[in-house]
């Protein structure tokens, strides 16, 4: 089987994180998730205190880029990458609701996009990779073997991400998590820089009603497929 690349991309919280850890163990590729990396940033500038509320100080934002470095380290625990920001492990930091109230204002800006991006790229140059985020198949990859589109109702999204928080023993409240989704939609959609859509050669996959044991075995099939042909 040749070594190819694969690019998952979809709404938030439809579970494209889990699919492509798992499905990264399974095949032995390396795995990045391209919303931490911009969870990571808008970390940095919530303690940095570049936001007053939810307008974000853009001029200091870009004489920052270059000083914020991202990197993921395996958990050796779980054999799972966890987020560094400049040496430090955030993962834990990057998702909770401040981050996620923040983020889509900072994956907006055209020169933090243009900074992930080359570094995902440089990530990708040797294939063996899954990657998910929103452009990925068609900002970072566009050659991507393997592209699949995610997508799942706003409801069922909003209920997962309920549940993990709560999980967490976090604080959670379904309706502001459910308008907190829906939100993120319409700016990831509507935003001018790498809005996300659909890669024409994306394979459409609605997981509203889908166990994870079937999706697992659905994505190995796509796989098997793209790495043969
Ligand atoms: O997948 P996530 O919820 O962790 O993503 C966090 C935010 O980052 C989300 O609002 C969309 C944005 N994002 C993006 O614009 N491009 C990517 N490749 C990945 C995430």
């Known amino acids: ?11 938030s919280s439809c579970g494209k994180s889990t699919m492509a850890k798992d ?3 399974e095949i032995g590729y390396i795995y990045i998730d391209s919303g931490a990396m911009y969870r990571a940033v808008t970390l940095y500038c919530i303690e940095k205190g570049l936001f007053n509320d939810k307008k974000i100080d853009t001029e200091k934002l870009r004489e920052e880029i270059a000083n914020i470095h991202i990197s993921f380290a395996l958990d050796p625990a779980t054999g799972r990458p966890r987020t560094q920001l400049n040496g430090t492990d955030v993962e834990d930091r990057i ?3 401040e981050v996620s109230s ?7 800006i055209d020169f933090v996009r243009t900074a992930l991006v ?3 790229q440089k990530m990708g140059k040797s294939k063996g990779i899954v990657m998910d985020g929103r452009d990925i198949g068609t900002t970072v990859f566009p050659d991507a073997e393997l592209k699949i589109f995610v997508t799942a109702s706003a409801e069922i999204r909003a209920e997962r991400r309920y ?11 379904f309706e502001e998590i459910l308008a907190n989704v829906k939100e993120r939609d319409h700016i990831d ?17 609605d997981n509203s009603q889908l166990t994870i044991a079937e999706q697992k075995a659905w994505l190995i099939e796509q796989y098997r497929k793209a790495a043969e042909g």
Not at 163 to 173: H, Y
Request: charge should be positive.
């Open 1 to 11: 089987m040749k070594k190819i690349t694969i690019a998952i991309d979809g709404f």
């Open 23 to 25: 499905l990264a163990r």
């Open 95 to 97: 998702r909770t609701m």
């Open 102 to 108: 923040r983020v889509s204002i900072i994956a907006a």
């Open 118 to 120: 080359a570094q995902q």
């Open 163 to 173: 549940k993990e928080l709560q999980e967490k023993g976090e604080k959670a409240d």
């Open 189 to 205: 959609q509507t935003r001018a820089v790498s809005p996300l859509r659909r890669a024409e050669d994306a394979i459409l996959l």
